[in-house]
């Protein structure tokens, strides 16, 4: 691995790799030498950097096919990358790494669980798996020690599988701090809104599935709904407007309940707003503003500091954005009025139970109509990973969220 280097050593890189044929060299994060060179002389233009990358381009040029040298190179951000490394010739052939899917995790699982000495033997790394969409390699990893660790600090002989969830939850939620002080009436405050977003979720047909709701106080989040993201690739519009809907059901709840609003929906109302405004700049989802998308997939827009429309249109996309939200907030409202009596007993027993689960929403609601996370009674239960949570608390927290 090397970053910030001189032209000097990627030339003593390329003399050593030679002598040593055959070899492989391997860079991380070349995005550190290999951003984009800038065009645009008001920026500024970085002589160090584009020196190493100058001579790293002409190092690779003088390669012929059968030196016996691999070069390999990883980056999270291939889209600032500077377009002569990805020519022909040079580094010329991409392998996009996703997030591993169901059975790739399931294989994961199986690397990581190998050291462990001691495992329960019911343990199904295919079970985990289903737990942890949207986990990395690195996630996986740590969730395994984490279980471990969790397993010798209760002094258990072998790791068990309630400690693998204890495990999973922690990575996703953050620590579980039940010793927070919090007083009944913000209690009741958090019950209502949870469930306000339980509730919301739970009966419009394209939103997530939820898993559980808490009252636990977690990380940096006073209580958290839980929801199984489902696996796809494209997001249509009415499942963005069910999820922004079941995002404003916490503040929707407390305005019906107390008829006043608090902090708690700092979170949601960021996630709601960044929502939005992608729907109205990147996905072409509204009307007034059209098929239109600002988005910049190559990154390397020299004149970034200018935005690319009108000030018209920005007015216009602010009003889109505020109206995409707007509706989703009365969507909210109205689902909770219609079923106030639900929300009432759903938050009742959030207050009582701290923690609940599928099950007491198909009690309380009856089925659900769209999608539902398989779930096998409390018995069995815990089956509660997953890679989305919603976090309330009065500070950012971060959340495993991906762009949805
Ligand atoms: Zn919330």
């Given at each position: 691995?090397?970053?910030?280097?001189?032209?000097?050593?990627?030339?003593?890189?390329?003399?050593?790799?030679?002598?040593?044929?055959?070899?492989?060299?391997?860079?991380?994060?070349?995005?550190?030498i290999g951003r984009a060179r800038g065009k645009n002389p008001?920026m500024g233009a970085n002589d160090e950097r584009e020196n190493t990358l100058n001579q790293l381009l002409?190092?690779?040029?003088?390669?012929?096919?059968?030196?016996?040298?691999?070069?390999?190179?990883?980056?999270?951000?291939?889209?600032i990358l500077d377009k002569a490394l990805?020519?022909?010739?040079?580094?010329?052939?991409?392998?996009?790494?996703?997030?591993?899917?169901?059975?790739?995790?399931?294989?994961?699982?199986?690397?990581?669980?190998?050291?462990?000495?001691?495992?329960?033997?019911?343990?199904?790394?295919?079970?985990?798996?289903?737990?942890?969409?949207?986990?990395?390699?690195?996630?996986?990893?740590?969730?395994?020690?984490?279980?471990?660790?969790?397993?010798?600090?209760?002094?258990?002989?072998?790791?068990?599988?309630?400690?693998?969830?204890?495990?999973?939850?922690?990575?996703?939620?953050?620590?579980?701090?039940?010793?927070?002080?919090?007083?009944?009436?913000?209690?009741?405050?958090?019950?209502?809104?949870?469930?306000?977003?339980?509730?919301?979720?739970?009966?419009?047909?394209?939103?997530?599935?939820?898993?559980?709701?808490?009252?636990?106080?977690?990380?940096?989040?006073?209580?958290?709904?839980?929801?199984?993201?489902?696996?796809?690739?494209?997001?249509?519009?009415?499942?963005?407007?069910?999820?922004?809907?079941?995002?404003?059901?916490?503040?929707?709840?407390?305005?019906?309940?107390?008829?006043?609003?608090?902090?708690?929906?700092?979170?949601?109302?960021?996630?709601?707003?960044?929502?939005?405004?992608?729907?109205?700049?990147?996905?072409?989802?509204?009307?007034?503003?059209?098929?239109?998308?600002?988005?910049?997939?190559?990154?390397r827009?020299e004149?970034?500091?200018?935005?690319?429309?009108?000030?018209?249109?920005?007015?216009?996309?602010?009003?889109?954005?505020?109206?995409?939200?707007?509706?989703?907030?009365?969507?909210?409202?109205?689902?909770?009025?219609?079923?106030?009596?639900?929300?009432?007993?759903?938050?009742?027993?959030?207050?009582?139970?701290?923690?609940?689960?599928?099950?007491?929403?198909?009690?309380?609601?009856?089925?659900?109509?769209?999608?539902?996370?398989?779930?096998?009674?409390?018995?069995?239960?815990?089956?509660?990973?997953?890679?989305?949570?919603?976090?309330?608390?009065?500070?950012?927290?971060?959340?495993?969220?991906?762009?949805?």
């Amino acid at each position: 691995m090397f970053v910030g280097v001189g032209a000097s050593r990627v030339r003593d890189l390329f003399k050593q790799a030679k002598e040593k044929s055959p070899c492989i060299i391997f860079i991380d994060e070349i995005d550190a030498i290999g951003r984009a060179r800038g065009k645009n002389p008001n920026m500024g233009a970085n002589d160090e950097r584009e020196n190493t990358l100058n001579q790293l381009l002409s190092e690779m040029d003088g390669f012929d096919t059968n030196s016996g040298v691999i070069i390999l190179a990883a980056t999270n951000r291939v889209d600032i990358l500077d377009k002569a490394l990805l020519r022909a010739g040079r580094f010329d052939r991409q392998i996009h790494v996703e997030l591993p899917d169901l059975k790739e995790r399931e294989e994961i699982f199986k690397v990581h669980l190998k050291p462990l000495k001691k495992i329960d033997t019911d343990l199904n790394p295919e079970f985990l798996a289903k737990q942890t969409p949207g986990f990395s390699g690195a996630d996986i990893a740590n969730a395994v020690n984490e279980a471990a660790l969790i397993a010798a600090r209760k002094d258990k002989s072998k790791v068990e599988r309630q400690d693998f969830l204890d495990a999973i939850d922690r990575i996703i939620g953050g620590l579980e701090k039940r010793n927070k002080i919090i007083s009944p009436a913000e209690k009741k405050t958090i019950a209502y809104h949870e469930a306000g977003h339980a509730t919301v979720s739970w009966l419009l047909e394209h939103a997530n599935p939820l898993v559980k709701v808490t009252i636990v106080p977690r990380g940096q989040a006073l209580g958290a709904a839980w929801y199984l993201p489902e696996e796809r690739q494209i997001t249509t519009t009415e499942q963005m407007m069910d999820e922004l809907s079941s995002l404003m059901g916490g503040r929707a709840a407390e305005e019906i309940v107390f008829n006043k609003v608090s902090t708690g929906a700092l979170n949601d109302l960021e996630r709601a707003t960044k929502k939005a405004y992608a729907m109205v700049t990147y996905f072409g989802m509204s009307s007034e503003v059209g098929n239109v998308s600002y988005y910049d997939s190559t990154g390397r827009n020299e004149y970034s500091f200018t935005k690319p429309f009108s000030e018209e249109t920005a007015v216009l996309i602010d009003k889109e954005t505020k109206k995409i939200v707007d509706n989703a907030y009365q969507t909210a409202l109205k689902i909770l009025r219609e079923n106030k009596e639900g929300h009432h007993k759903l938050a009742k027993r959030l207050l009582e139970k701290e923690v609940i689960f599928t099950d007491d929403l198909v009690e309380i609601f009856g089925e659900r109509k769209g999608a539902q996370v398989d779930f096998k009674g409390v018995e069995e239960q815990v089956v509660d990973g997953n890679g989305n949570s919603s976090e309330d608390g009065n500070l950012d927290s971060e959340s495993k969220e991906k762009i949805d």
